[in-house]
Nanobody
């Protein structure tokens, strides 16, 4: 019923910028939270950023804080990535959570039931 589609990935040089977008299908979709996670080869999937849609608060992983910024549009979440580093290279996934009845952390992968297909971000040194 709900589909998330990421776009905006690509190849950039270190220090460059990139903006990812995540568009959700269904105008009736009113999520509790939208999040971004990433996974590099051989590494565990990592929390990047999230937005509590109900409240409007944002959260960022320590590795991206100060460089990445969340924003929203019409049924869309954007991730502005500045000062990119080679270690930012990963597949980036958009995720959506409809509710949080169990009061899970907004950084918890288990909170999110809807996931996009992922978009590759490669940062060259």
């Amino acid at each position: 019923q709900v589909e998330l589609v990421e776009s905006g990935g690509g190849l950039v040089q270190a220090g460059g910028s990139l903006r990812l977008s995540c568009s959700a299908s269904g105008r009736t979709f009113s999520p509790y939270a939208m999040g971004w996670f990433r996974q590099a080869p051989g590494k565990e999937r990592q929390f990047v950023a999230a937005l509590n849609w109900r409240v409007g608060s944002t959260y960022y992983g320590d590795s991206v804080k100060g460089r990445f910024t969340l924003s929203t549009g019409k049924n869309t979440v954007y991730l502005q990535m500045n000062s990119l580093k080679p270690e930012d290279t990963a597949i980036y996934y958009c995720a959506g959570a409809s509710v949080n009845l169990a009061l899970k952390s907004i950084t918890a992968q288990s909170l999110y039931e809807f996931w996009g297909q992922g978009t590759q971000v490669t940062v060259s040194s």
